[in-house]
């Protein structure tokens, strides 16, 4: 099977700007999660989706947003970036069925440069 | 890397050695932990997972001990090799309700393993 996708994988915006990711699971995963990594914070969840639903939010400003869509493929969405903003991006998929462990497997991640 | 700036512990050994990695999680009622390893410009990769109704769970070369009276994990790597140096993460989660989608990752320690 092929593993958890990301486009893309390196990104340059400037202040103000908005950008999308994109995040493809594996096949036959039906949750996705995102994770933003800095050197300062570590891994931190940004959110959740299962079935085209928001399950779960980390604590992050309303600027961070996504969506999935019915063939489980997500998308984050980071309005006026901020020089903050400038991290790694991960998406983990898990399967999710009945007595499943919760396993997420990453992608590569995006690298989100804001400048 | 990713994690340099939280000043990340870290654990140097020789080709060959035993290596321990060890972790203390926050939360009392997380009932699934996962060990990462995370190479230089990659994602988080799957190593080995233990449900909290198990103290102990052997791998290849790996075995995760879990000690829940005192909120450890450790992370056993067996002869260990060069192709091992990267940082590890161990993430818990908390299984039923809402936080299904939700790892909650630790600082990470940096493995260099020398030849």
């Known amino acids: 099977k092929a593993g958890v996708t990301q486009t893309p994988r390196y990104l340059i915006k400037t202040r103000g700007q908005q950008v999308t990711l994109s995040c493809s699971p594996i096949s036959g995963h039906r949750s996705v999660s995102w994770y933003q990594q800095t050197p300062g914070q570590g891994l931190q969840f940004l959110f959740e989706?299962?079935?085209?639903?928001?399950?779960n939010k980390g604590n992050f400003p309303g600027r961070f947003s996504g969506r999935q869509f019915s063939n489980s493929r997500s998308e984050m969405n980071v309005s006026t970036l901020e020089l903050g903003d400038s991290a790694l991006y991960l998406c983990?998929?898990?399967?999710?069925?009945?007595?499943?462990?919760?396993?997420?497997?990453f992608g590569p991640g995006t690298r989100l440069t804001v400048l | 890397g990713e994690n340099v700036g939280l000043h990340l512990p870290t654990l140097s050994v020789q080709e060959g050695d035993n290596s321990i990695i060890n972790c203390a999680y926050s939360n009392s009622a997380s009932d699934y932990f996962i060990w990462y390893k995370q190479e230089s410009g990659k994602g988080p990769q799957f190593i080995i997972d233990?449900?909290?109704?198990?103290d102990k769970r052997q791998g290849q070369r790996v075995t995760v001990l879990l000690n829940k009276t005192v909120k450890h994990l450790s992370l056993q790597i067996a002869a260990t090799q060069p192709g091992d140096s990267a940082v590890y993460f161990c993430a818990e989660n908390i299984s039923g309700g809402t936080s299904y989608g939700k790892l909650t990752f630790g600082q990470g320690t940096i493995l260099t393993v020398h030849p």
């Open positions: 989706y299962f079935s085209e639903t928001q399950r």
């Open positions: 233990i449900r909290s109704n198990m």
């Open positions: 983990a998929s898990s399967l999710v069925a009945s007595g499943s462990r919760n396993t997420q497997y």
